[in-house]
Nanobody, 115 residues
Framework: EVKVVESGGGLVHPGGSLRLSCEAS????????MNWFRQAPGKERELVAR????????NYADSVKGRFTISRSNGRNTAYLEMNNLKPKDTAMYLC????????WGQGTQVTVSS
């Protein structure tokens, strides 16, 4: 059974930091990429960052470049999203998506940035 589980969200003040984790398991095929999306109320889901586990290549949305860092653990389908200098506009549900020949989504973890 495929499982994708996010953790690490919470409430943080502007300028603060959080580290999100995504653990994916149960795959019969290789995971091609690990992706962090976010969705705020009334807005479309957007890709925040992704990493290709084999090459280590990363991509970021312009809105988070220089503040967020995605990484992975070696030998495991686990991805992390280090978020620094958080802003109120970063408030959203953050969802992890593991892509093989299909897309597997977690339930999400809420990030709220507020003073």
């Amino acid at each position: 059974e495929v499982k994708v589980v996010e953790s690490g969200g919470g409430l943080v003040h502007p300028g603060g930091s959080l580290r999100l984790s995504c653990e994916a398991s149960g795959f019969s095929n290789s995971v091609l990429s690990m992706n962090w999306f976010r969705q705020a109320p009334g807005k479309e889901r957007e890709l925040v960052a992704r990493i290709f586990p084999v090459s280590g290549t990363t991509n970021y949305a312009d809105s988070v470049k220089g503040r967020f860092t995605i990484s992975r653990s070696n030998g495991r389908n686990t991805a992390y999203l280090e978020m620094n200098n958080l802003k109120p506009k970063d408030t959203a549900m953050y969802l992890c998506c593991a892509k093989t020949t299909n897309n597997y989504w977690g339930q999400g973890t809420q990030v709220t940035v507020s003073s």
